[in-house]
């Protein structure tokens, strides 16, 4: 099993930036794409950044590029979520996910295997 645990979550203004961490534990070497997602009140869960095990490749919601950056620690199994010019509609429950798989789509989260408990991100106008 792997466990994932979600940190840096907040309150900020419009245009203010925030650093998500995700530190996994366990059976890390099971990990293959790891991606955050985000879930807005009476929303379903969508996908915001994605990437694959050595770093190299990274995948992005349109709406992000250019101020979310993505990136992953394989030594420290922690993966990290740097969002600038925060927007009040990214207001919402950003969650950790992890895929043992080879083969995944990142935007689909029945794809992932292993989820943390989300960290709240509210944006205030």
């Known amino acids: 099993q792997v466990q994932l645990v979600e940190s840096g979550g907040g309150l900020v203004q419009a245009g203010g930036s925030l650093r998500l961490s995700c530190a996994a534990s366990g059976r890390t070497f099971v990990m293959n794409v790891m991606a955050w997602f985000r879930q807005a009140p009476g929303k379903e869960r969508e996908f915001v950044a994605g990437?694959?095990?050595?770093?190299?490749?990274?995948g992005y919601e349109a709406s992000v590029k250019g101020r979310f950056t993505i990136s992953r620690e394989i030594t420290k199994a922690t993966m990290y979520l740097q969002m600038n010019s925060l927007k009040p509609e990214e207001t919402g429950v950003y969650y950790c996910a992890a895929s043992s798989r080879s083969r995944i789509t990142w935007q689909r989260p029945d794809h992932f295997d292993y989820w943390g408990q989300g960290a709240q991100v509210t944006v205030s106008s």
């Open positions: 990437i694959d095990r050595s770093g190299g490749s990274t």
